[in-house]
DNA sequence: GCGTCCAGGTCTACC
DNA sequence: GGTAGACCTGGACGC
């Protein structure tokens, strides 16, 4: 039987800059109707046996979510849709920090800051390797290849994002062949194999109390994590304080503050130094102003 | 059609 | 701790 659940949004919440604050809205099993802007997920359960397409959207006060069926219970999607939206953030740090820096008024006014995520920090970071060192093109291809031949079907051709058991059921052989994932293939299966046999918890990486050097060290100890890495997924857990420097964030600072001409990443640390631990989060809503204003 | 470059980097060996 | 070279893929580009 399908279902409609609603979740309410906090006051600062704007979904259109939450769903445009990256590019995770165009990787599978996320998919964006621009048209009538509705951000559609395949939720599963923690086993991963059930999943069930849904369909989340803006509704007075809060979101909609329109569900196939009612297979996984409803605490556990509003749970879902409450962390991926970033329902619970608290932002205002964000806000005092660009209070006063007229370039930067837009991302209180646009209600800008909430990175959407996965419900799980593990399709977080699998997702994340698949940005490294190729186009977003190869990523996309490389995250839908995971989806549609390891993910748990929902019916009508879709599929919920492979749980580590099922990535740690296929060789290193499968992610070159099957996947396309080139020199990542034996990561991708080391990093499964650690995380289904518990030797290795990324959820944990949440609610950690370790110094964010610390778990950003912890982080990269998984093959494959390097520093824009690593400093992009602990923006995912939510903390700011590294600024996951990539070519095309290089690129967009040398554009706007740096007159087309390349610079030391110094430079680029030295002009967001002052935004103390959100630094990470203003010089992402600084570069992508475009996409959400 | 073919070759080259390079993109939302990381790892390893070596110094 | 810093650096060079290797590593995969596939789209863009020049010829």
């Known amino acids: 039987m399908p279902l409609e659940l609603f979740h309410k949004t906090p006051a600062h919440f704007s979904f259109r800059a939450t769903v445009y604050s990256h590019g995770w809205c165009e990787l599978p099993p996320f998919g964006l109707d621009e048209v009538n802007w509705r951000l559609k997920y395949v939720f599963r359960d923690a086993a991963g046996k059930k999943a069930v397409f849904g369909i989340i959207s803006e509704k007075k006060g809060g979101v909609l979510i329109e569900l196939a069926n009612s297979k996984i219970a409803p605490q556990h999607i509003l749970r879902d849709t409450r962390h991926l939206l970033r329902l619970d953030d608290d932002l205002r740090g964000l806000y005092e920090a660009v209070d006063g ?6 991302v209180t006014e646009k209600r800008a800051g909430r990175l959407l995520r996965s419900p799980t920090v593990w399709e977080d970071l699998v997702k994340t ?3 490294t060192n ?24 879709e599929k919920a994002f492979p749980t580590p058991t099922a990535m740690a059921s296929v060789s290193s052989d499968f992610y070159r062949e099957e996947i ?34 610390e778990l950003k060290t912890k982080m990269k100890r998984v093959k494959g994590v390097g520093d824009y890495a690593a400093e992009n997924l602990l923006k995912l857990v939510g903390r700011y304080d590294g600024l996951a420097l990539d070519s095309w964030l290089r690129s967009q600072f040398y ?16 002009h967001y130094k002052k935004f103390g631990e959100w630094r990470g989060l203003v010089i992402w809503c600084d570069m992508t102003e475009k996409w959400i204003s």
Do not use: Q
Request: proline content about 6%.
């Open 180 to 213: 396309r994932a080139g020199y990542r293939s034996p990561y991708f299966a080391e990093l499964a194999e650690a995380v289904a046999s518990g030797k290795l918890d990324p959820e944990g990486w949440l609610h950690s109390d370790l110094p964010t050097p």
């Open 129 to 131: 390797i698949c940005t």
């Open 101 to 106: 820096h007229d370039a930067l008024k837009w």
């Open 134 to 157: 190729c186009s977003w093109a190869l990523t996309k291809n490389m995250v839908g290849n995971l989806v549609e031949k390891l993910g748990a079907p929902a019916g009508k051709g």
């Open 255 to 270: 554009k706007k503050h740096n007159a087309e001409k390349t610079c030391s990443d110094k430079k680029i640390e030295k």
